[in-house]
């Protein structure tokens, strides 16, 4: 959506200059620095190539220096890394007509992290915050021939403690992360991705390096440093405008006329204008005359996401001196929080485009410790995996980064809404001087860059941080609050929402997640129970109780995280493990796992209705473990999903119509236990499948309250629909139907969940044969006059432990080759629950995959991300079900 972002050269202008023939002068020139430089650490003992954009990780992993650093406990024995300083070396030459330019600039788009830089022996400037972007003018210290550019990065762990012993008066907590996440300390006291420094769902590798390009820009009248676009929408005159900023550097000050265009909508305005000297800002408001004809950006599964080109032109007496395009999409966001009839407490949902939407989907980590290893098709890949899943939202988390351009780019294409955290998660952060005016720095380049994706529908100002003043989670004697309370309004309402407000009025702003929005706002911006279900949005985890049943869970408005643990497959961890590492209780397995007695929960979970895997072959057992953790991460997520999904209507005691299920977390940063439903490498987790099921647009929910069983119709279409429910009973003991059921047909008002089917089990159960709790299991699925809606869903009387007559089924599976699709027949000689298909390291996915054989038989097709074959798939292919554990 931006013309200019994290890459350099970030001139689109230049090109366009020469192409329309204007002459030089025009500006500006680029110098990309990208590319091999040298790199060695403090003492010169390591000296190497290194590849920028990169890392100190990566150019040590691609030298051959040291090994894969997620190969087994490698994240320890390269602890010396990120211990050690240093230095980036480049040459390169200038030429004349650069050097005679008025203004040259050296340009870091992101520099990791500390670091002080030279340019020809001298002094140009010092880094301090991985989300900046920083110039440096350096015209005068450029040479003809040879200039030699080097920037000296001190080890980032360092820098942290030592700003940690620098601020005594009091401390800022945490000070270190839990043991079990073998981590290091202060990383609240540098401006970098938090969770380099370690997570409980990730390794501790603080990196270093220029992970984001490096130019020399020079120009003779100004320079175009980003353009952003904002469509806004006047609901009194109906009509559209789009205010265009020009963040402009200038030589001296230039008067000159920009013209703005939208082709396709038939709108143009020119303008007469000043660009002062220096850096500034100057804003346009384009008015759109065909506003009626405007299309509307609409989320996943809601509509298509049209854009149109937004053209920029600048002159000055007749020679351009500016030219850009960027893409504008027109959407207008609402966060409602108003008073609820029949509740205490605020709604809390989004109006986009005037429609009240739920939010479906998950939140987005890193997708690698080293950024420069993230390709484009990873990010492609995760993102399709999100709408194939119908997922419209995810949530960039405070601990991460602000994702790459192309990340935004590929939501806007895909509908995916963003809610953005800034980054700051889980800890109290300081507030000195310095740090705030690095921090508004940071906020004010960021916003810039992304708001004008329309993506993005929120702002929010960090992680859980009101909810660990609140809820004391650091200890913090009560006589002590104040400055802790005092520092959070500082940082997050005085400066971060201060300028979100001045930069971007077209998005809500919310203070931090989870939080209860305005009633926080009313009680000081820390709420006494940020938690509370009444208001905002809530996070939630339980590992203890049992997560099939649904009152566990807080009927809130808005989940914004809940989760659980599961195992990747075994074909992940094999790159980064050894034969002796395949145990549940080996080191490596205890190693991976960074939260605390996260590996005992994940049984004691799965023994709430799992036999526990206790083959005699190690092996066996171990693969079986990851099973069965997949099938209870996706059974618990799944439950807690629909619970809120049938929940968006009701009010019951005052709590629901709950808008939003973000489940954590959708990707994960390495081969580990996580809560993620993808799995490092882009492999779907069971849970992930299970997602495309739970939040489709049309979903029969099944659930039992005072021993009746209901069956809800959710739906997020917008037109209204007349459902009955259809079920199926089916004994444990053998594939085939005991007796079917069905609903009269209900009214289904578009965005809203109904109860459309409701029995007491024991007449469901008496009408049907011989069926007790223990013996018969319950299919079910929507209807219409014109026929099937939504996916089927299922139904346990019991757990499944305590099912009689359930067999290990004989299943066979075939494939074949149909139509240049990959398909796969399978039979089973008997009712098969969670029937999972592996084909270990050939990368793709199944068009199903963890489903129930009531039936018998089953067909699904493989879409394989490389080429494979028959031969291949079928070799590689095996099939696992639940009683295949025991
Ligand atoms: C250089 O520093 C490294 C790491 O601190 C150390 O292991 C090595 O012995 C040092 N080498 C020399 C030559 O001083
Ligand atoms: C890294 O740089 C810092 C600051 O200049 C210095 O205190 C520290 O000793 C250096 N570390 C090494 C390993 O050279
Ligand atoms: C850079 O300048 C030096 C000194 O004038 C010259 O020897 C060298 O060939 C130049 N390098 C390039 C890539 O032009
Ligand atoms: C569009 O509307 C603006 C303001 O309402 C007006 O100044 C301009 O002349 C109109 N342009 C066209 C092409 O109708
Ligand atoms: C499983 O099914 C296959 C194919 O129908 C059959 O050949 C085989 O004998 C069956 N095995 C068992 C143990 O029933
Ligand atoms: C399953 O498929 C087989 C072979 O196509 C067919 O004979 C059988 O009737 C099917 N069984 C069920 C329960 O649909
Ligand atoms: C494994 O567990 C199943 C189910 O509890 C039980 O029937 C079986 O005897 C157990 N096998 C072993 C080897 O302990």
Redesign the pocket.
């Known amino acids: 959506m931006t013309a200019s972002g994290d890459t350099c050269p970030r001139t689109l202008g230049v090109l366009l200059c020469l192409f329309v023939g204007v002459v030089s002068g025009c500006s500006p020139e680029s110098l990309s620095l990208d590319g091999k430089w040298s790199l060695s650490?403090?003492?010169g003992s390591v000296s190497l190539a290194a590849q920028v954009p990169g890392c100190v990780h990566s150019a040590l992993q691609q030298q051959g220096v040291i090994q894969d650093p997620y190969f087994r406990f490698n994240d320890l024995t390269y602890r010396w890394i990120a211990?050690?300083?240093w230095t980036y070396t480049t040459v390169f030459n200038v030429s004349a007509r650069v050097r005679n330019k008025q203004k040259v600039l050296l340009s870091f788009e992101g520099v990791d992290t500390v670091a002080s830089i030279r340019l020809n022996g001298v002094a140009v400037g010092s880094t301090d915050n991985m989300f900046r972007r920083y110039d440096f003018s350096v015209r005068d210290l450029l040479r003809d021939g040879v200039n030699e550019l080097k920037v000296g990065l001190?080890?980032p762990v360092?820098?942290a403690s030592?700003r940690r012993e620098a601020h005594s008066a009091y401390r800022v907590p945490p000070e270190c992360p839990p043991d079990v996440q073998k981590g290091v300390c202060h990383v609240n006291f540098i401006r970098k991705e938090q969770s380099s420094f370690s997570w409980d769902w990730g390794p501790s590798f603080p990196t270093m390096g220029l992970w984001k390009g490096v130019c020399v820009e020079a120009f003779d009248v100004l320079q175009l440093v980003q353009v952003s676009s904002v469509p806004l929408y006047n609901s009194g005159l109906s009509q559209w405008s789009v205010q265009v900023e020009l963040h402009v550097d200038a030589v001296q000050t230039t008067h000159g006329q920009v013209s703005l265009s939208i082709p396709e909508l038939e709108s143009e305005q020119s303008f007469q204008t000043q660009f002062v000297s220096g850096k500034t800002k100057n804003i346009f408001i384009l008015h759109i005359n065909t506003s009626s004809e405007v299309k509307l950006w609409w989320p996943h599964t809601h509509g298509d996401q049209p854009s149109y080109q937004l053209s920029v032109r600048g002159s000055q007496d007749g020679l351009l001196i500016l030219n850009t395009k960027s893409k504008v999409s027109f959407r207008t966001v609402e966060l409602i929080q108003e008073p609820v009839l029949g509740s205490p407490g605020l709604s809390f949902y989004f109006r986009i485009n005037g429609k009240p939407v739920f939010l479906k989907g998950s939140n987005w980590i890193p997708a690698h410790s080293f950024q420069d290893q993230i390709s484009p098709d990873v990010v492609r890949n995760l993102l399709q995996s999100a709408v194939d899943a119908n997922m419209n939202t995810l949530r960039v988390w405070g601990g991460g980064v602000y994702e790459q351009d192309l990340f935004y780019s590929v939501c806007d294409e895909l509908g995916i809404m963003i809610w953005q955290d800034f980054m700051f998660a889980c800890a109290m952060y300081p507030t000195e001087d310095d740090f705030i005016q690095t921090v508004r720095e940071e906020v004010v380049q960021q916003l810039r860059r992304l708001k004008s994706h329309p993506s993005i529908i929120i702002w929010s100002g960090n992680n859980e941080n009101e909810a660990a003043l609140a809820t004391d989670w650091f200890s913090i004697p009560a006589s002590q609050r104040p400055t802790y309370t005092r520092d959070y309004v500082t940082l997050y309402v005085n400066n971060i929402r201060k300028i979100v407000q001045e930069e971007d009025q077209s998005r809500p702003f919310l203070v931090s997640s989870p939080t209860n929005g305005a009633e926080s706002e009313r009680q000081g911006w820390v709420a006494a129970d940020p938690y509370d279900p009444h208001y905002g949005d809530t996070h939630f985890y339980s590992y203890l109780l049992d997560c099939w049943d649904w009152r566990t869970f807080p009927r809130t408005r808005f989940a914004s995280e809940y989760g659980f643990q599961s195992w990747p497959s075994l074909s992940t961890l094999q790159p980064v493990s050894v034969e002796e590492d395949w145990s549940y209780d080996s080191d490596f397995t205890s190693h991976r796992q960074h939260h605390e007695d996260g590996n005992q929960q994940m049984l004691l979970q799965a023994a709430f209705h799992f036999h526990l895997p206790n083959a005699t072959d190690p092996l066996k057992r171990f693969t079986d473990t990851l099973y069965i953790s997949q099938v209870t991460q996706a059974q618990c997520v799944k439950t807690q999903t629909e619970f809120y999904r049938r929940s968006r209507t009701e009010i019951v005691e005052g709590k629901g119509q709950t808008m939003g299920a973000l489940y954590w977390q959708l990707n994960d940063i390495w081969q580990a236990p996580s809560w993620s439903s993808i799995e490092f490498g882009g492999k779907w987790k069971m849970l992930h499948y299970f997602a495309q099921s739970f939040f489709a647009p049309v979903l029969p929910v099944g659930f039992e309250d005072a021993d009746s069983l209901f069956i809800y119709a959710v739906s997020d279409l917008s037109h209204d629909l007349k459902l009955r429910a259809v079920g199926t009973v089916f004994s444990w003991a053998r594939p085939g139907p005991v007796c079917t059921l069905s609903s009269d047909p209900l009214l289904v008002p578009g965005g809203s969940a109904v109860a459309v089917f409701k029995q007491p089990v024991a007449a469901l159960l008496a009408g049907c044969g011989r069926c007790t709790r223990t013996t018969c299991l319950l299919t079910f699925h929507l209807e219409d006059a014109s026929g099937r809606q939504g996916p089927t869903n299922h139904h346990f009387l019991c757990s499944p432990k305590d099912a009689e007559g359930l067999q290990r089924p004989n299943i066979t599976a075939k494939v074949q080759e149909a139509e240049s699709a990959l398909v796969i027949t399978l039979h089973s000689s008997s009712v098969a629950p969670f029937v999972w298909l592996d084909v270990g390291n050939i990368p793709g996915r199944f068009s199903s995959n963890g489903f129930l054989m009531a039936s018998g038989n089953m067909t699904v097709t493989f879409d394989a991300w490389r080429p494979t074959s028959v031969t291949e798939l079928s070799r590689s292919l095996s099939v696992t079900s639940l009683t295949d554990v025991y």
Do not use: C, K, P, V
């Open positions: 650490n403090s003492n211990l050690e300083n001190m080890s360092l820098y030592e």
